[in-house]
């Protein structure tokens, strides 16, 4: 159930992100193009990424019946990633990446952010592999997607680590 109260803290700031996307566009309220930017980039980070994994990490736990101790730091770790994405948005240092599916804000915290979360929703997907033992049709469909999530995390952190070496390598 701490999964699913992730997933719907994170819909209501991307709710309140989309109400400040509104206010920094109307005349004589707006705030301009910098803070519409960073709404926008909290704002679908945290209703695609954090609501839609927390979701599926929460159905991974529900049918594994996963209570070990993993699952605990893996929601810890997301927890803590989902607040530090939210806490770079107020660092006026912050620059809008919107040239992705996925924004980003250029900002270590926000990228550290990110990779805690990634990391905590790739050990809950590792956990929901419990679910292959239960044999039946649904239990090996989410635990096929739970693998196939985990790939993916593992192949975005090599990713961001070889693109850190590259960038570190030009300059």
Do not use: E
């Not at 999964?3 to 920094?24: D, E, H, K, Q, R």
């Not at 635990?143 to 850190?164: E, N």
């Amino acid at each position: 159930l701490a999964w699913f109260a992730l997933a719907l803290t994170a819909l209501g700031l991307s709710a309140l992100c989309a109400v400040i996307l509104v206010v920094a566009r109307t005349p004589f309220l707006g705030q301009g193009a910098g803070l519409f930017r960073t709404a926008l980039v909290l704002h679908v980070d945290l209703a695609v990424l954090v609501w839609f994994l927390s979701m599926a990490a929460a159905i991974w736990m529900l049918a594994a019946a996963v209570t070990a101790r993993s699952a605990w730091i893996g929601l810890a770790l997301a927890v803590l990633g989902s607040a530090a994405m939210v806490a770079a948005g107020f660092s006026p240092l912050a620059q809008p990446l919107l040239a992705n599916y996925v924004p980003l804000l250029d900002h270590d915290l926000f990228k550290s952010g990110l990779a805690l979360f990634a990391l905590g929703i790739g050990i809950a997907a590792t956990a929901g592999l419990a679910v292959w033992r239960q044999r039946s049709p649904t239990a090996i469909h989410l635990a096929a997607g739970a693998a196939i999530l985990a790939l993916g995390v593992a192949a975005f952190v090599l990713a961001v680590g070889h693109m850190s070496g590259r960038a570190s390598a030009v300059a």
